[in-house]
């Protein structure tokens, strides 16, 4: 592993979970391949006891990929993130490594942040939502005694259409490294009394507008009680503001594959998590979707 900072970190963890989701058609071919073996008269027809294996079977096939092997890269990224941070913190605050190490080791949420990864990219997880929700579509094919090619398609929009490995792994793990470095931020905020927000990113065309506002506006680097005004207006009580409206740029892709910036208005706190507020900030300030990439640090 060569990268050594905590953006360029959650940026790799992006990547992998990009590999990651290339099982769609490896699932669909052995989806189609078990309808194939279990149909009668060109229609899908198999036994509740044969329906019972049909999750080891789609397991097995995962196992037969580079999944596991960039599933542990990308935990390993965990420890990675953790050990920039701390030098991070060594050049911006003047602290010491060991000392972040230590109050974030003793903080629960490290615990429940990283199992919760653990959990639903891990195998419990991945057969208990991930498999399933394909083993039930099989099943449905075959107590609705689908002709095979009904139910090919079925799979087809399922699987390939809708991106169904893509969305899984985005709802489950997608802004998941970059929460992990937010938590840290907030508990070394807390525990330091720190009262300046740095807030690093690049704004690109499709940034959210409190990303605009604090970066363009405000120039990237405010007072708690500013961070705290910026909040009353675009996300106040914890609410994303959803009344007032700013203009911002919205990514369209054409057919052609060109790509277009078009004008448009949209709400203050559009992009913004429900219940944001000063003392989660870094953690919450989401925007993970749209590629800003932002990472908000605390000093004196
Ligand atoms: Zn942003």
Not at 7 to 33: A, F, Q
Not at 34 to 57: C, H, M, P, R, W
Not at 119 to 136: C, S, T, W
């Amino acid at each position: 592993m060569t990268v050594n900072n905590p953006h360029d970190i959650i940026l790799e963890g992006d990547d992998l979970l990009e590999k990651m989701s290339g099982l769609d058609d490896k699932l669909y071919n052995r989806v189609i391949r078990y309808l194939a073996e279990n149909s009668k008269d060109g229609k899908v027809s198999i036994t509740n006891e044969q329906l019972s294996g049909i999750e080891d079977i789609l397991y097995d096939e995962i196992k037969q990929t580079d999944y596991e092997k960039n599933l542990k890269k990308y935990l390993q990224l965990f420890d990675a993130i953790e050990a920039a941070i701390s030098l991070e913190q060594v050049a911006l605050n003047g602290l010491k490594a060991a000392a972040i190490r230590e109050l974030w080791n003793g903080d629960p949420l490290k615990q429940v942040l990283k199992n919760k990864v653990i959990y639903d990219l891990g195998k419990d997880g991945l057969k208990r939502y991930f498999v399933d929700g394909i083993a039930q579509a099989v099943r449905e094919t075959s107590y609705f005694n689908l002709d095979i090619k009904s139910a090919m398609d079925v799979l087809k929009t399922k699987l390939i259409d809708d991106q169904y490995t893509k969305q899984y792994l985005k709802n489950a793990a997608m802004g998941s490294l970059a929460e992990y470095d937010g938590a840290i931020q907030d508990k070394v905020r807390v525990t330091y009394g720190f009262h300046t927000m740095v807030y690093i990113t690049n704004t690109i065309e499709t940034s959210r507008p409190v990303c605009t506002h604090i970066k363009d506006k405000l120039g990237g680097r405010i007072s708690d009680t500013d961070l705290q005004k910026v909040l009353d207006e675009y996300c106040p009580g914890g609410i994303p503001n959803k009344t007032d409206y700013v203009p911002a740029k919205r990514k369209v892709k054409h057919k052609d594959g060109s790509v277009e910036f078009k004008d448009v208005m949209v709400p203050k706190g559009s992009g913004m998590v429900q219940n944001t507020f000063l003392e989660n900030w870094s953690q919450q300030c989401g925007g993970h979707a749209n590629g800003c990439r932002h990472r908000a640090l605390w000093t004196v």
